[in-house]
């Protein structure tokens, strides 16, 4: 047995050949559903495809993708959010009545609101909880404060958000420039920073996290905390755009950030997520779920048939795609 | 004492004492008035969320990602074609339950032929499922009026001694989900399943057909629920199961069924049924307002799940 | 307590001067999970430049005794001294400021990270900016001093790589040095998962470690490799150390007899091969997937048929590829006439319920005959279980008790009731007895032949050598395929070797 290389030689190589080629086409999946949505509005309806198109289009994807993020923090932990809907709602209520009226307050009431949800995940590690029980708690907690702050619809966004949500670059409208933002600054920090590995980590095995000296209750409390952040920052985001609050305003984004995260290439457990892919996610259940059926001439009692429709062929093809490399 | 300490580590236990302090607070603030008539009421309402706690806490039982989201749209839709097929006329009544069963039977394959066909977690597969029941729903039962037959509602509202016969025909059937849970093959495989899918499938457990035979229970389980539901609030509506995706959810949960698959307990759904019912009573009784409603419902979910404590870790 | 059986023979010391320390020395350490007491007061150290071999059935107390050394189980009385200080509050970060790092025996990367990434997660001091190139070259680095060939990039994301790679990672990780020293290093079973080439490379770095003046402590159950790489040599027993001695002092039966193993494995051959069975019906007949030639693979009753060559060969993948097979009844071009049942080697992600009792853990496999008209019968349940524990010796005081409560030799065991007390015609062993002790092993050994003797078939994929003199025939893999078939009689660890390096298709 002259030092016959082992595990090497061609067999290995091609193996890892072709695993490198199945993440990739994995990585690329959410990406060509997106350009598979914009091609059939292209096709349907060529004259969306403007700036002044796309602005209308993607007018709500800037909430979604940033709900999204939120519960894509989350599930990096293996936890599930089912409150970020309402929770969106709740925030919407405080932007458009005290951050508004008295800043100050408003200020204080979101971050003490980011507090809770770190609060939250230092609960679920520390007393080792269902989150999605806890969650399915907070939801009602949630929504009942939205409905005491504003019992109903009502309120006026502060006019700086006003302003800021209908800002008017050049060349490319605001909501693609607001997406890349958050896909780039939650890559760097999530994919690339070394704290974001430990964060992901803990999704991975959290008992060899431990082992290494690590603190699971802190990587549970920052990926909470994230999660409470960008959940506020979607519900601003929200009332930038919708100028005025109602409770019940953000309750269908639980769901919706769910699907964003799982489109987006992301697993429900192992720490498996990707930031650029739940944003991408997010942006085609933005277009899909409204332009696309308008442009399709789709009578509204089968819109959200037709929205569940979109959800199982994109998956369908990424099934398709994924089995062949099998 | 052994034995009270016995019945103590039962999980299920707490989401009784639970109930009971609820109800205890709420005749204690109405100074005994009305205690019996608010068991009845809960036991009428509880009911409809044991039945369709139970469909969800096998699915859950299957591991994590497994969840029935299609149950709200399942129970719509089977409210409307009962209520249709039974046409307010009372010699259709079996044939509008079957009907109902067989909707939901059908949802619930359908459910699970879009996991294993397109492998993509249940959670995603019942939701897209949903959409499409939702709109089929909307489309079929538009303006539907129609009341469901007379000898169907009053069976619903039928009572003896104040006991709704509904509650003793659910604990019945209660009991035969937890023998199926425990004694039959079905239930150990489901068991094995939620503990490890790879080690089950290799141990000889039919992965599939398990997985298909709980997906298609829990749809039928939620087109009972719906037809009972239409015969009990006196017709069909689109609208008519959407608390209870919550609600089957919370259920199985509080009762101690675990998240993360292969341990489940049946009476503990019904502990936390009629928990969660007495709660809402109890805020009525009190008067509050919806928002604090909402907000103490919430917060007394919270405590409650804290206060029993976590799944206890594994290994 | 038998206090008789201790041997301890100090002369094992090294006397290499004074400036001779140690770099870790634990006295009187005692340890209890629940009822089971796993360490009796042990006292253990090792000394600077130093390799300490470790020996021990499964259950022995070797693996707390390691965790305590490394700071992830802390004494319930005791001392913990390092460099002859004595440390009250030891811990996990402590022991890797000391300088104290483990490889542990369960896989410990996270497998949705890559191989750099892998690395961060142990080394605090890899962070700012430029840390990812830092942490690819620290890790890159040390893979080429101890595996020259291993073709991994610090790219590549844990879960895509084999698990011999994943096991290379994880000991070359553990000898990368950041902010912290590096004095010693223990090493549990890190040739588990490894072939004979990268196992020997790994080995002779320990050896380049130690003769640097750093210490490990080397856990194995392939007694040649601790026989041959290690300077001294403890032995536990029941939770208590029962000899430590030069390593010169021992031989290969020494070892086992002071372990408490059984008889010396020259009786399997010799009883094997009296026992020629006579061919019996057709049970199955495979060809693997990437088969190009005619070779098969062909079973009858009665026979054990060894499935060797190197890790990861494709062996798993036939024997998957059966059980699938019997399991749809489908036509695949595999033809399997019996029920098959499977022994899972990764007990934790093929084998065990968690959740569940021993005897339910046993039961599941065997359902249907359980029942007592539509309900499975506790009583019958307990009578399997019951059987099995007396047949293969299960050690538990209540077969009721979570399966978590047995040793991982035990729980291996439980599996292998499980297969056994099925009505399976067909046993596939996907090598189980994967960093299982000797006695255990022996003891499974004997019951596979009976078993065999009674008509069933086994299908027996093993990476020690040694267990394929229990088998009948010998077919070696190389690359997903059957290159060669052996009959008992052929068959010699060089002819093994052989057909698995060679170039023949």
Redesign the interface.
């Known amino acids: ?1 002259t030092a ?5 030689g061609p ?3 091609s193996e ?1 050949g072709a ?2 080629r199945a ?1 990739l086409l994995r990585g690329l999946l959410p990406a060509m559903s997106l350009v598979l949505v914009l091609l059939a509005i292209a096709w349907l309806n060529p004259r969306a495809i403007s700036y002044f198109g796309f602005s209308l289009m993607l007018n709500l994807a800037v909430p979604i993708a940033l709900a999204t993020i939120a519960q894509m923090f989350v599930i990096a932990g293996n936890e599930l959010d ?1 409150s970020i809907g309402t929770f969106v709602g709740f925030v919407g209520c405080v932007t458009a009545t005290w951050l508004k009226d008295t800043p100050l307050v408003g200020v204080l009431i979101l971050l003490g609101s980011i507090g809770v949800y770190a609060l939250l995940g230092a ?1 679920i590690h520390l ?4 989150s ?3 969650t ?13 702050i504003l ?1 109903k619809p009502g309120g006026k966004a502060p006019d700086w958000l006003l302003s800021l949500m209908a800002f008017k670059p050049p060349l490319v409208p605001f909501p693609i420039i607001a997406a890349l933002l958050i896909a780039a600054v939650v890559y760097f920090g999530l994919m ?1 920073t ?2 974001g ?2 964060l ?2 803990s ?3 959290a ?3 431990e ?4 603190s699971l209750l802190k990587t549970k409390i920052v990926l909470f905390a994230l999660a409470g952040l960008f959940g506020v920052l979607s519900g601003m985001a929200l009332i930038g755009i919708t100028t005025s609050a109602d409770a019940n305003i953000g309750n269908g984004y639980t ?1 919706l950030s ?2 964003g995260v ?1 489109l987006g290439g992301g ?6 997520v990707s930031p650029i892919g739940a944003v991408i996610g997010a942006l085609t259940l933005a277009l899909a779920a409204s332009p696309l059926l308008t442009f399709m001439h789709i009578p509204p ?9 979109i ?2 062929i994109v ?2 093809a990424r ?1 398709l795609i994924s089995r062949r490399e099998r | 004492m052994a034995s009270l300490r016995l019945l103590l580590a039962k999980p299920w236990i707490w989401s009784f004492i639970g109930a009971l302090l609820v109800w205890l607070a709420t005749i204690t603030f109405t100074g005994g008035y009305g205690g019996g008539g608010m068991i009845t009421a809960a036991l009428s309402l509880a009911v409809f969320t044991v039945i369709v706690g139970v469909g969800q806490m096998f699915v859950i039982t299957l591991g ?2 497994n969840v029935d ?1 299609s149950l709200p749209a399942n129970i719509g839709l089977a409210s409307a074609v009962a209520m249709k097929v039974m046409d307010g006329n009372d010699s259709m009544i079996a044939v509008g339950l079957l009907a109902a069963l067989a909707c939901g039977m059908a949802i619930g394959a359908a459910n699970y032929l ?1 996991i294993w ?5 249940p ?2 597969a019942t ?6 029941i ?3 729903d ?2 079929y039962g ?1 303006g539907l009026q129609i009341k469901p037959p007379p000898g169907f509602a009053s069976f619903t509202n039928w009572q003896i001694l104040g006991i709704p016969v509904l509650a003793i025909l659910t604990v019945l059937f209660s009991i035969g989900a937890a023998i199926a849970l425990q004694r039959m093959i079905y239930g150990r495989s489901v068991l094995a399943i939620g503990q490890n899918i790879r080690a089950a499938w290799l141990a000889g457990v039919n992965v599939g057909r398990i997985r298909f035979l709980t997906y298609t229970l829990s749809g039928a389980l939620g087109g009972l629920d719906g037809a009972l539901l239409a015969g009990y609030f006196r017709g069909a509506n689109v609208d008519i199961g959407n608390e209870y995706l ?1 609600a089957s ?2 259920v199985v ?2 009762g101690g069924t ?3 698959g292969g341990k489940a307990n049946v009476p503990g759904v019904w502990g936390a049924a009629l928990f969660l019912v007495l709660l809402l009573t109890m805020l009525n009784t009190f008067g509050v ?14 405590g409650v ?2 206060a029993a ?5 594994l290994r | 307590m038998p206090n008789a059986d201790i041997v301890r023979l100090d002369g094992a010391e090294k006397h290499s001067g004074a400036a001779n320390m140690d770099i870790i020395r634990l006295d009187g350490a005692e340890k209890h999970f629940g009822a089971v007491r796993a360490l009796a007061g042990v006292d253990f150290h090792v000394g600077s430049g130093e390799c300490v071999g470790l020996v021990g059935h499964n259950g022995a107390g070797k693996s707390t005794l390691m965790h305590m050394v490394a700071g ?1 189980l802390i004494p319930e009385s005791g001392q913990i001294a390092v460099r002859s200080r004595v440390e009250d509050n030891y ?3 402590r022991a ?1 400021q000391l300088g104290i790092r483990c490889v ?1 025996q369960e896989l ?6 890559s191989v750099a ?2 690395t ?3 080394h ?1 001091a ?3 900016l430029g ?2 190139r830092k942490a690819a070259d620290l890790i890159t680095a040390k893979l080429d001093e101890i595996f020259p ?3 991994i ?1 610090a790219a ?2 844990a879960s ?1 790589l ?1 698990i ?2 994943r096991q290379m990672v994880e000991v070359a990780r553990a000898f990368t040095v950041t902010q912290d020293p590096l004095e010693l290093v223990i090493l549990d079973e890190p040739t588990s998962s490894l ?1 004979a ?2 196992a020997g490379q790994l080995l002779a770095f320990v050896r380049r470690f130690v003769a640097g003046g750093k210490s490990c402590i080397l856990i194995s159950h392939v007694l040649g490799e601790v026989l041959g790489n290690a300077d001294r040599i403890v032995v536990m027993r029941d939770g208590k150390v029962v000899a430590s001695d030069a390593a010169k002092a021992f031989d290969r039966d020494r070892l086992v007899t002071t372990m408490g193993g059984a008889e010396a494995r020259e009786k399997i051959a010799a009883e094997i091969a009296i026992q020629k069975p006579e061919t019996g019906p057709l049970r199955v007949r495979a060809r693997p997937a990437r088969q190009q030639d005619g070779n098969e693979l062909v079973a009858h009753a009665g026979e054990i048929i060894g499935l060797a060559g ?1 890790a ?1 060969h494709g062996q798993t993948d036939l024997l998957l590829a059966i059980f699938a097979a019997a399991a749809a009844r489908a036509k695949t071009g595999i033809e399997v006439t019996a029920p098959v049942a499977l022994v899972a080697g990764d007990r934790q992600s093929d084998g065990i319920f968690p959740q569940w009792s021993i005897a339910q853990n046993i039961g599941i496999r065997s359902l249907a005959r359980l029942r007592n008209g539509l309900l499975i019968s506790p009583q019958r349940e307990a009578e399997l279980a019951d059987f099995w524990q007396k047949k293969i010796g299960i050690r538990t005081p209540d077969m009721n008790n979570n399966i978590f409560s047995l040793s991982g030799g035990n729980q291996q065991k439980v599996l292998f009731a499980r297969a056994l007390g099925s009505d399976a015609k067909i046993v596939l062993m996907d090598d189980p007895m994967r960093g299982v002790d000797i006695g255990t092993k022996l003891e499974v050994y004997d019951l596979v032949r009976e078993e065999a003797g009674r008509g069933r078939t086994f299908l027996w994929y093993t990476t020690e050598t040694e267990e394929l003199d229990n088998c009948h025939h010998i077919y070696v893999f190389k ?2 395929r059957i290159v060669a078939k052996l009959g008992r009689d052929e068959l010699t660890e060089e002819k093994i ?2 057909s698995s ?1 060679g170039d023949a298709a």
């Open positions: 047995m016959a290389p082992v595990e090497t067999k290995s190589s890892r695993l490198a993440r089912l609960l007393r080792n909880l269902p999605i029980v806890v399915l708690g907070m939801s009602f907690v949630w929504q009942g404060l939205a409905i005491l019992p690339r070394s704290y590995v430990i992901r980590g999704g991975g095995n008992a060899v996290l082992r290494a000296g690590w769901l769910i699907a799982i697993e429900f457990v192992g720490g498996r009692d089968w819109q959200v048939a037709a929205n569940g429709a959800l199982i998956l369908a099934v | 994590p990602g989201l879009l066909a397109l492998r993509i977690p959670i995603i939701l897209s499922a949903s959409f499409i939702q709109s089929i909307i489309s538009r919550l959810i919370a949960v509080i675990s998240v993360a307002s919806a928002g604090v409603r909402l907000l103490l419902t919430g917060l007394i979910i919270v799940i804290t404590g976590g799944q206890t870790a | 992830t811990s996990v970060p890797q542990f410990s990367l996270c497998p949705n990270l990434e892998n961060r997660i142990n605090p890899l962070r700012g840390w990812r060939d291993h073709s990039s590549d994301i895509d084999s011999g790679k072939d080439h990268t190197l990861g690359n997903g070797i052989q390096f």
